[in-house]
C-alpha cells in the first residue's frame, strides 16, 4: 500500500453526543494524536476508510491525513466497528515525531510453497502468526516480512530467525527465536505412519512370541 492521501473535515465538537451526529451525518468521527501537541479531531467520509481497511497492512502503513489546509503524517491504531453493521465507527490516528521509533504489526507472507518437499507430500503449512511486532522508524517499517519455504519438510517449523530484517528494523521479542509456522502432517500420511507403526509391533509381538 502506497503512501496514502485521506481528506478530512475538522470536527469542532468532542463528545458522544457529537460523535453520534458525525456518524447520522453519514461520517466516521476520528482523531489524529501523539508528538506531544493537542489531539486533532476529525469526520471523514466512510468509503475510502473502509476500502483501506480490506487491503493488507492497514495498520503498519503510513497515511497522509489533510485536515482542513493542515497535513499530518499518521499510522493507523484503532478502529471501532458497529457491533451489528460491522461498519467502522470511530478512527485513531497516531502522529509521530521525528526520529521516534513505534512498535508496529507487520504482516507475514509465505514464498517459494512449490519448492516445499513437505507441501508437496500434502502437507500443511499452519500459520502460527500471521502479524510480527516490530520496532522502527515509521518511514522503515517493512510492507511485509518474507519466509522462503524452499527445502521446508513436513514436521518442520519455521522460526523467527529464518528471516533477514531490513535495516533500522528490530524485533520487540528478543529473548527467544518464536516460531512463526509449522508444516503438519496431512490425515493420509498420519494414518500411514499409525498403520506403519501398528504393522510394526505386530511383528515385534510375533517375534517375542
Not at 487491503?55 to 497515511?63: E, Y
Not at 478502529?79 to 513505534?102: S, Y
Amino acid at each position: 500500500m502506497a503512501n496514502t492521501v485521506i481528506n478530512a473535515e475538522i470536527r469542532e465538537r468532542a463528545g458522544k453526543g457529537a460523535a453520534r451526529a458525525v456518524r447520522r451525518a453519514g461520517m466516521v468521527p476520528g482523531v489524529i494524536y501523539g508528538a506531544k501537541q493537542e489531539p486533532v479531531m476529525f469526520q471523514i467520509d466512510p468509503r475510502p476508510l473502509v476500502k483501506l481497511l480490506h487491503q493488507p497492512g492497514f495498520f503498519s502503513h503510513i497515511l497522509t491525513v489533510t485536515v482542513g489546509k493542515e497535513k499530518y503524517e499518521v499510522l493507523p491504531r484503532d478502529v471501532q466497528f458497529d457491533k451489528v453493521t460491522d461498519e467502522p465507527i470511530h478512527v485513531d490516528f497516531l502522529r509521530f515525531a521525528k526520529g521516534q521509533t513505534m512498535n508496529v504489526e507487520v504482516p507475514v507472507t509465505f514464498v517459494n510453497e512449490e519448492k516445499s518437499p513437505g507441501l508437496k507430500r500434502g502437507g500443511v503449512l499452519n500459520i502460527v502468526r500471521h502479524d510480527v511486532e516490530v520496532i522502527c522508524a515509521p518511514s522503515a517499517i517493512p510492507e511485509e516480512l518474507v519466509f522462503d519455504l524452499s527445502g521446508v519438510e513436513v514436521g518442520d517449523s519455521i522460526h523467527i530467525s529464518a528471516i533477514k530484517l531490513p535495516k533500522g528494523v528490530e524485533l520487540s521479542i528478543t529473548d527467544r527465536d518464536f516460531t512463526v509456522a509449522t508444516v503438519a502432517a496431512p490425515s493420509a500420511l498420519k494414518s500411514e505412519d499409525n498403520a506403519d507403526e501398528g504393522e510394526e509391533g505386530e511383528e515385534e509381538a510375533t517375534t517375542e512370541e
